[in-house]
């Protein structure tokens, strides 16, 4: 006879709940990245902490974009981006690139940036960055999952220091590492 057991203690009676999915999700500790993209000669930002690497043969990574963003409608018209992850202290540029309205023009001004071969931004003192052309796109409820072949990864040039720290995001607040 097999084995029966009890519904663990606070087991959901009901379905999930999107703030219950958003508390729980919470407390999983993920770095945080500028994605960008060029389009029509207009260069766009997010901030995600959706990203991640899928494979190593070929390279491949992704990020989740929100269908009702301005830069949803920019990197898919694009076919390229770039990733650029902070380094801690990047809390205030996580927040710029995160601010729904912002306007496109002088949104760069406050950060160092240069242009990678892509001709996306890669944001300067990035812990690393990454160039990506789009391989597919993937609906995926109100987000879309976008699939990228890197093209190119930036990495420090001096790696004798120790490495620099990252801005995590943790319980709904940015972190740095002590």
């Not at 043969?57 to 409608?73: N, Q």
């Not at 990047?90 to 071969?117: K, S, Y």
Request: negative net charge; charged residues 20%; contains cysteine.
């Amino acid at each position: 006879m097999p084995e029966r057991h009890a519904a663990p203690p606070g087991a959901p009676l009901s379905a999930p709940t999107a703030a219950q999915l958003r508390r729980a999700a919470s407390r999983y500790a993920t770095g945080v990245a500028i994605v960008t993209t060029r389009v029509d000669g207009v260069d766009h930002a997010m901030t995600a902490n959706s990203f991640t690497t899928v494979s190593l043969d070929p390279l491949l990574a992704l990020v989740c974009v929100e269908r009702d963003s301005r830069f949803h409608e920019a990197v898919l018209g694009a076919g390229s981006w770039a990733v650029s992850f902070l380094a801690e202290g990047g809390e205030a540029t996580a927040r710029w690139f995160a601010t729904r309205g912002r306007p496109l023009a002088g949104q760069f001004d406050a950060v160092a940036t240069r242009r990678g071969t892509n001709g996306c931004l890669l944001l300067a003192g990035a812990l690393a960055g990454l160039e990506l052309r789009t391989v597919q796109v993937v609906p995926a409820g109100d987000h879309d999952i976008v699939l990228g072949e890197v093209t190119a990864v930036h990495e420090p040039s001096d790696d004798t220091e120790e490495p620099a720290r990252p801005t995590v995001y943790f319980a709904s607040r940015f972190h740095d590492l002590r």
